[in-house]
């Protein structure tokens, strides 16, 4: 059970190069989220995905896309990086209609130059 | 979700409790506390919720004051492991896609020999 995985663990882009985030979960979920957060501030969410098929934009989602490509993955897309998007991005699943915590990830630290 | 006020940082020796507060004022009756700690940049990390009940799991302590419109979570001998920034949230558990998780900045603990 690996819980939730993130990949790549680091990347750095030039301005305007595009990649995409992806993000796995093997806890069965329904909810999946993606945070992006800045030195010292807190998590910001970027996007979120209720359940498999929809996705809703979150506090700051402006430059990125997502896809809910199944229940288990959730990825985040930057089409064209700017250097403002330099940030550790987190993503995270939660098991809707229960009690039960949130998971996060281990993180993408990612820098446009 | 209700919103937090959490001091920004606190200080704690070795081997004492770390009694950390959390102001929840406008918590509505079906919403839980919840903390997390981010050990340096790390994904966050659950520890521990409750609704209206003092709690305690093998990490720590939640005591939940009688108007639920504060909390404190209490690490009982804390260790250097246990510098972290630690994050209260409120949320209403079991309302599926509806619940947006959102962070505030947390109160960043240092432990110190």
């Known amino acids: 059970n690996a819980g939730v995985t993130q990949t790549p663990k680091f990347q750095v882009l030039k301005t305007g190069q595009s990649m995409t985030l992806q993000c796995a979960q093997d806890m069965n979920h329904n909810s999946m989220y993606w945070y992006r957060q800045d030195p010292g501030m807190g998590l910001r969410l970027i996007y979120y995905s209720a359940s498999e098929g929809t996705t809703d934009k979150g506090e700051v989602p402006n430059g990125y896309n997502v896809s809910r490509l199944n229940k288990r993955e959730f990825s985040l897309r930057l089409e064209s990086a700017a250097p403002s998007q330099t940030s550790v991005y987190f993503c995270a699943s939660l098991q809707a209609l229960s009690y039960n915590e949130q998971f996060f990830g281990p993180g993408t630290r990612l820098t446009v130059l | ?113």
């Open chain 2, 1 to 113: 979700d209700a919103k937090t006020t959490q001091p920004t940082s606190m200080d704690c020796a070795e081997g004492r409790a770390a009694n950390l507060p959390c102001n929840h004022s406008t918590i509505s009756g079906n919403e839980y506390v919840y903390w997390y700690r981010q050990i340096h940049s790390q994904g966050p990390q659950y520890i521990i919720h409750g609704l209206k009940n003092n709690e305690t799991n093998e990490m720590a302590s939640l005591i939940i004051t009688e108007d639920r419109k504060s909390s404190t979570l209490i690490l009982p001998h804390a260790t250097l492991r246990d510098t972290a920034v630690y994050y209260c949230i409120v949320r209403v558990a079991g309302t599926g896609g509806s619940y947006i998780p959102t962070f505030g900045r947390g109160t960043s603990l240092i432990v110190h020999p």
